[in-house]
């Protein structure tokens, strides 16, 4: 963690050093996060609901998915490095430092436009949680918090999951992750609106519902509201699987030349 | 010209290396599409909105989804690394125009991609049993022919802001962002508040999308297609502008 | 128990059969063929604590697998290896605190960091005291001249500066072994001095050294015992001395001649050597044994029969040793 933290402040700083590129990475992060707002407004300015969500529920659900998808470039950006290490064998020196090698990849880029969607998802988030009626206890907040937490450990488990593919898949881009990233973009919409066949594959297939849909049922109280306690599981078996997958991968990881 | 159409035949077979990565971007922008189908079906149901009933607005989600795709496979993100890492000197010193160069470049690349629409838009009609037919089908065919160049003109000129950033990716994306906003692509631009409606409808992005949608579904006529060859014209030229006054500060930085 | 101790260590490499193109491509989806590959095949080494040993061998006949393997980036197919008594693969990060490891062909500074921000990482990552971290960059300074490189940018080094930045990286923990991966490849002749006095003066503290290399010079400079594979397996094992005697005897020298002589009597006066034409129309090339002449005899014996203008001596190349030991170990094998 410690070392983790070292190497992501270190690149912190330097990338702080291209003024310009960073102010671009922002805007451009607050603007794709805009657009979720503009649609939900646009639309619910024609319709009271959607599938029983409100607007305020459906603002929460794009809020929340923008500070989780914006920690994953903030916190792991390297992750996405892995597929080009693995193919130009720049996994070694990771390997041969006193540090865990997960700590040293993850730190080793930050992408700074995750600040732009932290901010608008956050605001939406922070606004539409106002908005929506949950009668607030301590309990509901801790349970709250704790959903929240599992939530973004799904994600980047996940995250680092198809990244991992590269150990088994060749090929310098990670292709399959980019993939899974764009297919986990529809989560920012209340799962509800989907086909029954969609919404089997994100519960038990790939467990993107837990991302922001069934925490947030719980939270609003909406039909299936104990599913959203399953999400601390799910969080914990997506991240075990995330290691193992890591584990499994590096004994596979072959370098290059010879 | 001969320069120009070899520059067209070498793209277009190069589309097939990045064959890969125009996958991914077919399938991400695949569950873009399912997701707005879902968003407005469960909107819509048996009603309408804004003048907008199901089947018109599936027309209106796919011709959206076809304009986004086109001048998708990669070839701006080349562009733009030749500007960043200075290759654009070589090609400085070639006998052709740069521009017309990189436009021929371009449509070689356009091959696969209208394939690869046609076969999406096909997949998409079986899937959800058809469109409503086009109200002005030669006005609608002049308007996607017009989308084309246009497309072409906002990487261009995306590209050429390199000159002055060390990175590409945060002006792609906000460039996507905004054409996503003001084109129709997000939602109709009729739906928009009119605070964005306004801009949108004098910017330029709108010609890229809502343009063809609209005729297509005869809510607009001649007089679209005319602005949007326009704006072809004004782009073209701003951008030999652009690249002129690009080329005075590439001077100043090389000293 | 040796530091370094490897018991029949084989690596295989499964390399898929792909024909080119998007055919082969899909064809390969349907019908996966692989090819083995062993990279290295059943080594056995050892080396004692305060060794310097050089690991050489022809392109591709294994020598970073066989490193990849001893410092656990790589798990071996088979065999054992054992560094300070523990398994590299296993017990990956008590060995990493063990081991420095320098790749010449590729940096382990983070490339968009000042150097002295990648070895305070490297500090904070070794957990390394600051009085022990401050002694150290005193000694590395002196000896590589780190301070003008320590606000620089990783990717902005010379390939030289680079090198000796790496250097530091690597040994900055003091480590008890230390692997080169080709520590000079690259590198100009003043840089190469430097990058050798320095691992002379490692080995003085007593560090434990293993190099891969092409270049003799680093070896001859540096280590008293070579190990040559070929085709992942162990061909000499032995003191660098017996290695030249045995497989390195005949030097060659080029020599350019004041006036046209007949060969004939260049040969008469150096007789037991191999006299023939050169390049040139005066030139003359001399094959002799080390151990039967020296090279100033070669040229006092030249200069009795004509002037002598420019000369020169081949050393011979690491992979001609290479092949004639792997030449003569067939022969052995044949007896």
Known sequence: MRVYFRILGAHLRSTLEYEADFAIMVVAGLLFQLLNLVFLSAIFAQVPHINGWTYAECVLVAGMYGIIAGLSPLFFEGMWSISWRINKGELDYPLIRPAPVAAQVIGSRIGLHGVGDLIVGGSMAGWAVTQVSVSW?????????LLFVSAAAIHLSFVTIFNLASF?????????AITMHNIEDMVRYPLTIYGQGLRLAFTVLVPFAFVTFFPLVWLLGKPFAWAGLLTPVVALWSVWLARFTFRRGLLRYESSGH | MRAYKRLFLISARNVFAY??????????SGAFLIASFAIWKALLGDGSIGGYDWPSMKAYLIISWATMQLGGAGLEWRMADRILWGEVATDLTKPVDYQKARFAEYLGSLTLELIAITIGVSLVAMLTGGFAAPKQPLLFFASMLLVIPLKFMFMYLACMLCFWTSNY???????????????GGLIPLSLLPTWLATPAAVLPFASVTAAPAIVYLGQAGLEVVVVQAFWVILLWFTARLLWRVALRALTVHGG | MALVEARGLTKVFRRPQKDPGLRGALKHLVQRRFKDFRAVDGIDLSIEAGEAVAYVGPNGAGK??????????LVPTKGTVAVDGHQPHVERIVNARNIGVLFGQRTQLWWDLPVRESLALLRDMYSLSPTFYKQRLERLDDVLGLGE?????ARKLSLGQRMRADLAAALLHQPKIVYLDEPTIGLDISVKDRVRQFLRELRADGTTLMLTTHDLGDIEDVCERIVIIDEGRKIFDGPLKEMKDQFARVRRMHLQLASSVPLAQVAAVLPETEVAQGDGPHSVTITFDRFTHTAGQIVSAVLQVTEVGELHLDEPAIEDVVRKVYAGELLRESV
């Open chain 2, 169 to 183: 990716m945060g002006v792609a994306w906000a460039k996507n962002a905004l054409i996503m906003l003001f084109s």
């Open chain 2, 19 to 28: 064959r890969m990565s125009a996958l991914v971007s077919w399938i991400g």
């Open chain 1, 137 to 145: 206890t301590p309990l509901t907040v801790a349970i709250g918090l």
């Open chain 1, 168 to 176: 088994w898949i060749p090929g310098p881009h990670p292709f399959l």
């Open chain 3, 149 to 153: 490189l320590m606000p620089v940018l």
């Open chain 3, 64 to 73: 970073s697998t066989t490193i990849k393997l001893l410092t656990g980036i």
